[in-house]
């Protein structure tokens, strides 16, 4: 029964959060997308009102009893939208004749919470019948994985349609790797139309969530690695012990500070060098970057800010509309 109390709260104030997250012309010019679609707020109100709830719900049930889980959901919004624009593309399985994006490199033994996405979908079928996109269902999941986690809230437009196909090249090219350059991850974002900011306030959601010891193995090859400005000896170290064994799969947490909240302290990590993955620690390497990095690290609602910004913009790219997607009935297959 507390529980229950406890998810109407965190729901309430959801509610009243995202009434006042950011100015209306701000969401406005945040929700074009790149085919000139316009999303729109409250489009489920009348065909399907317990929507958000319902997502809701199942994301908290999810990250209780799970706390990883609140990265992974948010991971799969991400990995969506980078390839061909936020369609759940990436909730496709393969089949015989069909070939999917869960296979490709970035993702391949890395994306987890499919299940928690399939038991969303099942639930509002079941009151909602092709109402709510799988599309639409990702970008809420992951706004709900950041306010579960302590971290801001913002409303989230939909109108997003579910893609017929899935493109296993382009999820194998676009998605920034965690070995990166500055300069690649720079270029994949701005090959979707994301800017360095964007980049930056984006990065952050390695504030929570861990890695495989096999995705930050470079930071540790080298001992010229640990004589820079921005790396700490210390950490790569306790790095080095942890993945020393066979087990190329250890994980490690992205932030050992709070590796369970959503908030600023990975910032101030990359600052002492404990930036887990060579594409986070990079980033500190650049003037402008790490201008911004700064700024992230001394204010915690100017990062806030500016993550949701992002977050709209990176959830309004290239949705599938009218007749280019479809309302699927089960997310891991085409109706």
């Given amino acids: 029964m507390a529980n229950n109390h406890l998810g109407f709260y965190l729901l309430m104030l959801l509610k009243i959060v995202t009434t006042f997250a950011i100015p209306p012309k701000t969401l406005k010019e945040a929700c074009i997308g790149e085919i000139g679609f ?6 489920y109100n009348d065909s399907c009102p317990e929507a958000e709830a319902i997502i809701f719900s199942w994301v908290e049930k999810a990250v209780m009893e799970d706390s990883r889980m609140a990265a992974s959901l948010l991971r799969l919004h991400f990995h969506d939208c980078f390839v061909n624009g936020c369609d759940a593309s990436v909730l496709l399985d393969d089949t015989g004749d069909f070939v999917g994006e869960k296979t490709a490199p970035p993702n391949l033994n890395s994306l987890r919470g499919f299940e928690v996405i399939d038991a969303i979908k099942s639930d509002l079928e079941s009151v909602c019948p092709e109402t709510v996109s799988c599309a639409d269902i ?20 939909m109108g997003r349609r579910d893609s017929f196909s899935a493109n296993k090249a382009a999820a194998t090219n676009g998605i920034p790797a965690p070995n990166s350059s500055l300069t690649d991850l720079v270029a994949k974002f701005q090959n979707v139309g994301l800017t360095l900011q964007d980049m930056v306030a984006l990065s952050g959601a390695h504030t929570m969530g861990k890695a495989r ?19 700490n000896p210390d950490f790569l170290q306790s790095l080095q012990q942890l993945c020393s064994g066979s087990d190329i799969d250890a994980l490690a947490q992205l932030d050992l500070v709070t590796p369970a909240t959503f908030d600023n302290q990975y910032y101030t990590n990359l600052l002492s060098g404990e930036g887990l993955l060579p594409s986070d620690q990079i980033l500190v390497s650049q003037y402008q970057t790490r201008e911004i990095i700064n700024s992230y690290a001394e204010d915690t609602s100017v990062f806030f800010e500016d993550f949701k910004i992002s977050m709209l913009k990176m959830g309004s790219l290239g949705p599938a509309s009218g007749n280019d997607g479809e309302i699927r009935r089960n997310c891991r297959m085409v109706n």
């Fill in 38 to 43: 316009e999303l729109q707020f409250n489009i």
């Fill in 213 to 231: 010891c096999s995705t930050f193995s470079s930071r540790l090859q080298s001992s010229s690695n640990t004589n820079g400005p921005d790396n």
């Fill in 138 to 157: 990702l970008a809420v999941v992951a706004r709900d994985s950041v306010v579960l986690t302590a971290g801001p809230s913002w409303e989230v437009p």
